[in-house]
Each structure stands twice: as C-alpha cells, then as structure tokens.
C-alpha cells in the first residue's frame, strides 16, 4: 500500500499568485499565504487566530451582520462553493474590490474549513466614473456590480434598466472600461435628443448627394462604433422604422449609409438604456418584440438610490469634493443634514442628490450644510415606488404572454420561437421553466446540451 506524500499546506497555498485564506467555522484564520498577509498588512506572526472579518472588512462582526452576502455562512450552510463580490480594505485602509470565490476544504479528521481565494477587480479610482455614481458598497449595489461585471466580461447585447438619474450611463462607461473591447470606441447615441427626419442618418451615416442636401460624406454612430461598443441612451424613443433597420444590422453586421447603395460591414457591440417599460411598449405595438429580445441578450437593473442608502454619505461626500465653490472652501454635511438626506427615498436618484447638495452648498455662507439647506420634494416618492413595483410584475406578465402566445403559434416547436425572439435555445428553457410554461403547445424536451 503506497504511504501519502507529506504536503505542506502552507507552502501549496503559498504558491496561490493572489491572496488565499483558510477560516475555520468560527471565522478564525488557520493559515493564510503571503498575497493575503501583504495585502492586509498582517505580520506573519499575527496572521493565525485572527477573524477574518476583522483583516479583510475593518468589522468586529462577521458581514453577514452587515447585511452582506457572506461567504462563510454560505458555504458551511450547503457545504458548496460560493461566489461573492465584497469590499475589503487593503492594508493603508482603503476600500477594494474583490472577487471571492470560498469553497469547502476538509481536514483529515473530518474538520470543516472554508477556503476563499480573493480576486482583486480594477483600483477603485478606476470603477468611479467622472461624478463618482458607479461608487458603493451596499448589498445591492455589489450585487447589481458583480452582475455588471460578469456581463461586460461577454460580447453579449447588454439592456441597462431603472429610474431615472441611477447612472446609467456611468453603467455604459464601466461595462466599456472592463470589457475585450475596452481599447475600442465607445459611441454614444442619446435618442432622445435626436430629431425624427434626423434618426436614420444620426445612425448610419449619409453619402454624399446633391438631392438631398448633403455637401459631403457623413459616418453615422453604428459606423463609427465598429469593433468597439455602441450605446444607445433611453432606446425607447427610438421610432418603429429605425428599429428594423437597427435590427437587420445587428443580425447581419451591415448597413447601408442613407442616400448610398454600397453595403458595409460593423462589428458593433450594444449596449442600450431605458427608464421605461419596454415589454409594455411591445404589447402596445411601440416597440418590436424582435428588437427588444436582440438587445436583451443580459438585462442588468440597476438599483434605486433609496435600495443603497448606506451608500449615501460615500456619494455625498465624493460629489462635494467635486464640486467648485466660491473662495475655494469645501462643503461638508453636518450629522443632522447627513439624517435628513437617509430619511428621504430620492424619487430622482444620483442625479437628484447631486442638485440637492449643489443648491445647498450655493446656500452655505460657511462651508458647513446644515438640515435647513436643504431642500428635498417630498410629494412624488411614494407613488413612483408603488408605479415601479407595478411595472415590475407587468414586465414577467407580459414576458410570460407573450411567450406562451408564440409556443401557441408555433404548435410548441421551441426552436422557431427561440428564433423569433432572438435568444438560444436554452435561454428559452430557462424561461420556461422560470414561468412555468413547459407544457404549451407540447411536453418540455429535456434541457439542451450546455456544450
């Protein structure tokens, strides 16, 4: 019988380039390797016995207490691996983030251990775009990065969704830093400051002619995206015959510039927004069923101002520090006025925030933001929350519909409705499955390969 190799855990983990740590069920660190140890400036000699929410979090309680996704509770509740987006604080105490991906170990006596291997994304500075909105680190706002993140990670068609004023065009300006085509153009086109005789040309381009007007060649945004991404603000307002056109470029990567006959080639990515209800607009016949599930390949919703509010005294503070003030002072929020801002649910989000702090520190005669300056509207905010739960179950009603109208339709043959709404096969089953419509039209096949 062959003896077992001697193995010394300290120098297997030792050989992890990043950061490893192995936590016993009480959140104490057993060992850790030298990527960890440096990067949260724990001597060797102090590392083992530490929790490990106190090293990485700055915490004296685990960060599931926090409100957070916790690894560790995870992990030893299912005894399976677990994936988490966090923030941790680097050994200067300044805020990272990370990709945590804790699996299960177990010890020769039967011992259970959770083992994270740490993934550390881009510098901080490099995720807060030009006013600081792509900032935080509540539960929902990690939740919704990491979900941003995996989908700037693909090539897919990615929909940005939410109220107004979130930041969904800071949401563009990430998914563009982190993505393979970070080197490439980003285009951006805002449909809603476009004039309807001007859509098609805005989009594709002009050729030179003298019957319509034009004195010279003109690239249009699809054009002058190619290889890198297109984003198209507020889709929505995009009219019924562009929309077409949008859609046959997308599937076959051509277009023609209007005036012009010759066909061209774009490799374009998109990346669209909306405020508003698009599966309502189809239903309406305002928006093609079509082209909503072509650019729909990843829906990513970002959340509301009022879902984060424990993200607010970081955003308030970074947008003041952006701020110019007469005489060169900086404003800062007293407590009570830091109180009055938590209290209030921000119907307009970001964008609101900031012309609230921007009248208030006009208003400042010395620098400090007290409660009377500021000035909030407090009439819409509870009706547009109930508005947007009920759009929020009409969008899976209406999604559910429509595909059942379409096994319906099609007798059950799932690859044609697959086709017709531009998703994969196995997209298709998950929906399925998720409103539980497996037996339209026929008996549900078993799932497709996932090869």
Request: glycine content about 8%; proline content about 5%; overall charge neutral.
């Amino acid at each position: 019988m062959n003896k077992k190799p001697f193995i010394d855990l300290q120098s297997i983990i030792d050989a992890q380039d990043n950061p490893f740590v192995l936590i016993d069920e009480h959140y104490n660190i057993v060992c850790a390797n030298k990527a960890y140890r440096n990067t949260y400036g724990v001597p060797d000699e102090e590392i083992v016995g530490r929790k490990c929410h106190q090293v990485s979090h700055l915490s004296d309680v685990p960060c599931h207490l926090n409100g957070e996704d916790c690894p560790h509770k995870q992990v030893f509740a299912t005894n399976r691996p677990h994936e988490v987006m966090h923030v941790h604080y680097d050994r200067h105490g300044r805020p990272d983030r990370v990709q945590i991906k804790g699996s299960p170990v177990l010890g020769e006596s039967g011992e259970r251990y959770l083992g994270e291997a740490i993934f550390r994304l881009q510098q901080s500075n490099d995720l807060d775009c030009s006013e600081q909105g792509i900032m935080g680190k509540s539960p929902a706002f990690l939740a919704f990065l990491e979900q941003l993140t995996r989908a700037a990670e693909t090539d897919a068609s990615i929909l940005l969704t939410g109220e107004i004023g979130v930041g969904k065009d800071l949401a563009a300006q990430y998914i563009h830093k982190s993505s393979p085509r970070r080197g490439m153009p980003l285009v951006h086109l805002a449909c809603s400051n476009i004039r309807m005789e001007d859509f098609e040309s805005e989009l594709f381009g002009q050729e030179m002619s003298s019957s319509n007007g034009c004195a010279g060649r003109r690239f249009g945004r699809f054009e002058s995206a190619d290889e890198g991404i297109l984003f198209i603000d507020e889709i929505a307002d995009m009219p019924l015959a562009i929309q077409g056109r949008l859609l046959h470029s997308l599937q076959t990567g051509t277009y023609r510039r209007t005036g012009g006959t010759e066909t061209l080639r774009a490799n374009v990515r998109l990346v669209t927004c909306t405020a508003r209800n698009l599966l309502a607009m189809v239903e309406q016949g305002r928006f093609r069923a079509d082209l909503y599930y072509r650019i729909a390949g990843i829906k990513v919703d970002i959340p509301p101002l009022r879902d984060r509010k424990s993200d607010i005294p970081a955003l308030a503070d970074a947008l003041l520090r952006r701020m110019e003030y007469p005489g060169g002072h900086r404003c800062t929020l007293s407590e009570s006025a830091l109180q009055k801002l938590l209290a209030y649910n921000f119907p307009g989000n970001i964008h609101e925030l900031r012309n609230i702090l921007q009248q208030a520190a006009t208003r400042s005669s010395n620098g400090l933001i007290t409660p009377e300056l500021i000035s909030l509207d407090t009439g819409t905010v509870y009706q547009q929350r109930r508005q947007q739960d009920t759009e929020t179950v009409s969008i899976r009603d209406m999604e559910a519909r429509h595909i059942a109208d379409l096994l319906t339709r099609h007798r059950g043959h799932r690859r044609k409705v697959a086709e017709e709404l531009g998703i994969s096969e196995r997209t298709l089953y998950r929906k399925l499955i998720r409103y539980d419509l497996g037996n339209i039209g026929r008996e549900a096949p078993p799932p497709p390969d996932s090869r």
